[in-house]
């Protein structure tokens, strides 16, 4: 089943203990970051309101006691819209998101897919579609599929990757 708008927003909210992301692309291309990203290039400064919504449903899933978390599966260096994302993950962290980094230019793929997903409460999955710039095609509920695998990419995701803040204080992050 294909999530979108409202409908995908209230499936998302609707998760009960934890939702975990893979992010596996080095490009996200999306229309209502291109200001921001086009400033950011100019200036490399990056400013983001405590209100933002993304910040304001985090802070709500941890008030709620869920856990949500991702792994961003990089290889340095940084593409420009990573080092972009990467100035945004500080803001994510303070409102309780744990972001987390595992870059494969340090170690070898530790058997993890080149697929994005959402993964909610170790049962339900939303495969994330994009096209080859990085244009999101759409997000699929992954119906009748074992979450096993899933549950197991999310173990590996975290056990090999840092918190994103331990990566970013490296000298060559």
């Known amino acids: 089943m294909r999530l ?19 992010e596996t ?3 996200y291309n999306v229309a209502k970051e291109w200001d921001e990203f086009q400033r950011f290039l100019a200036t490399g400064e990056f400013d983001v309101s405590d209100h933002e ?3 304001k449903r985090v802070r709500h899933f941890r008030a709620t006691g869920r856990w949500i978390g991702r792994v961003h599966v990089i290889t340095s ?4 819209y990573l080092r972009f994302e990467f ?10 998101e744990e972001v987390h980094v595992l870059d494969l ?7 993890l897919p080149d697929q994005d997903f959402w993964m909610f409460d170790d049962s339900k999955i939303v495969r994330m579609d994009y096209a080859e710039d990085g244009t999101q095609l ?8 074992d979450p096993a695998p899933y549950v197991e990419w999310k173990r590996i995701a975290l056990e090999h990757a840092e918190p994103f ?7 060559e992050a």
């Open 165 to 171: 803040l331990d990566y970013s204080a490296r000298p």
């Open 53 to 55: 919504p993304w910040l």
């Open 25 to 27: 692309r080095p490009v």
């Open 77 to 80: 260096p940084l593409t420009d």
């Open 87 to 96: 100035a945004a993950y500080p803001h994510n962290v303070r409102s309780g």
């Open 105 to 111: 230019a340090d170690q070898s793929n530790p058997g």
């Open 4 to 22: 979108a708008g409202d409908d995908w927003k209230k499936f998302f909210d609707s998760f009960e203990r934890e939702a975990f992301r893979l």
């Open 138 to 145: 759409g997000r699929e509920l992954l119906e009748d599929v």
